[in-house]
């Protein structure tokens, strides 16, 4: 899938993924993405994230892996050298969107007031991380950005869960949610796969009933 909007609509959720051993990137790919979860963001705040997506891309050929956290060009270069599928920022800093811009990587840029959709939308992008979602203004905000920012969607991110996944993904300027919770640090560091496959399967079916 080469389109940000494709990859975001196959899917109710994206884990957001932090990887600090990289033994562990794989089982937490194949259990997520046999639950359902098979777009995966991948952060790029440990040592060992490019490795991971390296990892994953070369054993998961049915997940798409995304590079997330990316702040500078720097960091654009590095998760495509790695096989990124796509790339998630919190932000869209100028010097990142203008590498953005000249790569051909599909790409959800964060955003988390008006004037930043604004911007996004007037260079062409209409698919947005909203980040912080739940600090920035969570459900409320996106009802209110709907009308007047017609013609975007978001992917809200940042203190999604379970509980509040649903309100989001009603709107109709919601394409899907990220989160961490889906992959909670606890069963990771006790390699628990299959605790986090049940955790996944239990989030597929709450979404989409
Ligand atoms: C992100 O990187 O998008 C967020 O830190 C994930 O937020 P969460 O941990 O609240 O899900």
Same mark, same amino acid.
């Given at each position: ?16 993924? +932090?990887?600090?051993? &990289? =033994? ?26 490019? =490795? ?9 050929? %049915? !997940? ?7 702040? +500078? ?19 869209? $800093? ?27 939308? %007037?260079?062409?992008?209409? &698919? ?17 950005? !709907? ?5 975007? &969607?978001?992917? $809200? ?18 394409? +899907? ?33």
């Amino acid at each position: 899938m080469t389109d940000i909007k494709m990859i975001c609509a196959s899917v109710p959720l994206i884990p957001v993924l +932090t990887i600090e051993d &990289v =033994d562990h990137a794989v089982p937490l790919a194949q259990a997520l993405a046999t639950a359902g979860l098979s777009v995966l963001e991948i952060t790029l705040r440990t040592e060992t994230a490019l =490795d991971a997506i390296e990892a994953v891309r070369a054993a998961c050929p %049915d !997940a798409i892996v995304g590079a997330g956290t990316l702040r +500078t060009p720097e960091d654009l270069s590095r998760c495509v050298a790695a096989g990124a599928q796509f790339g998630v920022s919190p932000g869209a $800093p100028e010097r990142l969107m203008d590498a953005v811009d000249a790569s051909a990587l599909p790409f959800l840029p964060g955003c988390a007031s008006p004037t930043e959709v604004m911007r996004l939308a %007037d260079r062409g992008y209409r &698919v947005l991380k909203f980040f912080p979602a739940e600090a920035a203004g969570g459900v409320r905000m996106l009802k209110s950005l !709907a009308e007047p920012l017609s013609g975007i &969607v978001f992917c $809200p991110t940042g203190g999604v869960t379970i509980d509040n996944a649903r309100d989001y993904l009603a709107l109709p300027n919601v394409v +899907t949610v990220g989160g961490s919770w889906v992959a909670p640090k606890a069963l990771t560091k006790s390699e628990d796969w299959k605790g986090i496959e049940n955790l996944a399967r239990q989030a597929v079916a709450h979404l989409t009933q």
